[in-house]
């Protein structure tokens, strides 16, 4: 290497670094959702989003102010559209990450790679790990990010509202006689459902059913005779393809009459988006899973 | 003099089918050794190991007095030069850079030649006549010009024992007079010791020095070629009736094979008389 | 005697001067452009060294572009010699750098190492180049009989064991759900979007030795092509030279591929482009493809990282889409 490149490796760190200093006197150390001890501003005003979940919580909190950057996919809510996209949350496109000049960064622990994460905290950017790992991590992750983005009044008003409708749910639900086996299918072909551990078995589980799945863990995947002997009361399907509509689902299954939820006619198609994310939403999708499940215990009170 | 190569007992086998059984010759220098027999008698084998491309199991061969063993590979291809039956048709360089790399044991890592060997190059390319072929490619010569392009390259590697084998086995008449001239050449004016394996027996009886026949990896003659044609012997190594007679350009043995219908006295007697 | 430049030589300088600018070229355009735009002056001064306005510019330039367009000149240097090497070797104008299993098991460490939740780097770099050594391993032991090294055996054995290693990748890769499953997919479409100089120094530090090991045997290799008794009877100590040749680019291309991934194409193209356009000498194409391959690997992975509107394609379909018409406009040019 000659002299020169180790004069601009080094300049260029100084200036990473010198900016830092500069920009962001006022700092201070906190534990991210992950464990790590890091230097965040007190006052963040160029935050990029590197998952939609982390879009969808800042613009919950009212800081969508704060965001230069949001990942791919971002879509809800529909505002978030309008800001500079850096790379999917799979694959991040660093050098777009970087050209923003960023004060931090919000990544998720499983989906972000990590490398990405020793990349810009290397260039003095700090970036907070959070991990939702179910309804009460996400509690936990919005209350976090409150705390970071200075609005932490309004991330507890988020989750006391997200605690009373869930014990609304569970008050339903335990008038309910009985546990349906529930079938959530999250992929058409291959056949894919989710097993013990995920967001979704924690969501049927409190909506009253009987995840069929429960002795898989992570994302099992099936035959279609394999469905057949679990005999399904009730089959939910998520519309991880564009414009699966309710009756191609219908006909798929139909073929199969043996299995009460076809004889029954309990088949759903419920909307992927607030079913995959960890984030507040994730109420909605409980919610909408007790309808599913119990119509019966809203004949009276809807 | 030492001889310029002494075969001493050597045995070769491929697994259990054996290849030469104590095959024990000398090749004296400045000799113009031609080593003939039927398919299969073990010709290539014999002299992939004067080259030192097979080891023989047994015995010893020995290189202007010194084991082949000692040389090292380097040393050995400064002495010892092959042109083997089948050359590579695909060769993509040019005949003058093929005879060039004649000069690799004399050079470096590289190959890079210097003037003498430039030179030298382009005095055995005329020698062999292949001047006007210099910037073609090998992949584009017909097999008589491809046979003298690599011949010559052998030449330049050592003009002190130059192997071949079975040179002629696919070339036009033509081709194959010439050849045998150009060997007898380097032989007269450059004093190679040249050792041959040919399968056509009238053309070795008209130049060879000495000859050896070989028989099923035995040696059943060595000697001028007047001692061993003899049509006892050959009718013995060959298995067919043959006539030996003298040849009209001179004093050669001449062979003439002689056709189940020639010969009333024949094994294949397809007809009885 | 007046002294005159070795005809060899003075056409290994002029082609090495005409592609290190190839190359130098393709480097500086790979610093200037990327997914995020900037002013041609403020380019300029940051390549210059004389801009401490632009930090973040300077950041991205140095600290992400300059890693990775080094590594690609790498990867594109490696890969070419690596197929040369090859395609000598074993005599067959199909050798490509892969072809004696690497691809195979260095795809199967990579993928068992992401599964196994390793980081990028050392993790799961390290599994792909033991992956790959196995396969190696593997390969020359079924190919080794009577005739140790005969090529034709070795290329029928390396064809096999990338086949039955493509079988056990898609078996693996259909086991595998969620994030883990890009992650694979990448790795295989190949990727150097995260790579930093210390990688790459590491890159480097085993590359060029291969390199200059490689040009030294480069005549050698000329020879080889006169086949296995011309070339003993000329001096060479075959064996020791084919194993050499054998293991150190083995070696290379491995290490090359557990940084990188399945980049393919460019070691088979290349060799064959510059042997078309300079001639067979090995003298000659061993430091061509070393900058040429380099300049053409920096060229192809700028094109993948700014011709999609979002995100990158892999650098792998660049080099395929390019360098396939290439070729076949080059073997018609040379066939009339």
Redesign the interface.
Known sequence: MSM?LI???T??LL??A??LLTENVAARQVTDGIGRQIHVPDNPVRVVALAPSITEIVFALGQEQRLVGIA?FSDFPQQALRLP?V??Y??P????I??L?PDLCIAVK??N????AD?LE??GIPVYAVDPLDLGSIMTMVLQIGDLLNAGDRARSIVTEMKSRMDRVRERVMRAEHRPGVFFQIGISPI?SVGKGTFIHELINMAGGMNLCADYS??P?LSREQVVALSPEVLIITTMHQGVSIEQVTREWSGWPQIPAVRDGRIAVVDSNIFDRPTPRQVDALEQLVRVIHPELFKDSP | MTAAVDVINISLAYGKKAVLQEVSFTVNRGEFFIIIGPNGSGKTSLIKSIAGIEQPRNGRIDILGRPLADYGRKALARKVALVPQTAPVDFPFTVSETVLMGRAPHLGLLGLESESDSKLVRQVMAFTGITELADRRIEHLSGGERQRAFVARAVCQSSEIILLDEPTASLDLAYQARLMDLMEALKNDRGATIVMVSHDVNLAALYADRLLLLKDGQVMSQGRPADVLTYETLEKVYGCTLLVDKSPLGDFPRITLVPGKFNPFSRSGSRSL | MTARPHPVLLRLAVVSALLLLALTAALVMGLSL???QAGLDAIIKTLL?RS?SE??L???I????FPRVLLAALVGAAMSVGGLVFQALLRNPLAEPYILGISGGSAIGAIIGIILGF???PGVTVMAFAGSMCTLVLVMIISSGQRILKKDALLLAGVMVNAFCSAVIMFLVSMT???RL??II?WLMGDM??T??RQVGILSAILIPGFILIFCLSHAMNMLLMGREMAISMGLQLKTITLTLLVATSFMVSATVSQCGLIGFVGLVIPHLLRMVLGPDHRVLVPACILGGGAYMVFCDLLARTLPQ???MPAGVITALIGAPLFIILLKRSNR
């Open positions: 020169k004069r601009h490796y300049a260029a200036m990473a010198t900016v791919r996209q790379g999917s799979i694959q496109d660093i050098e777009k970087v050209a000049n499983d989906g790679p990590r490398v990405l990349r290397s260039l894919v992570a994302y995947r | 990327g997914s995020t060294g401490p930090p973040m300077q950041a991205i140095w600290h992400i572009r980081s990028r780097f759900q969620d994030a890009h992650n990448f979007s995260m930093d100089l979002q995100g990158e």
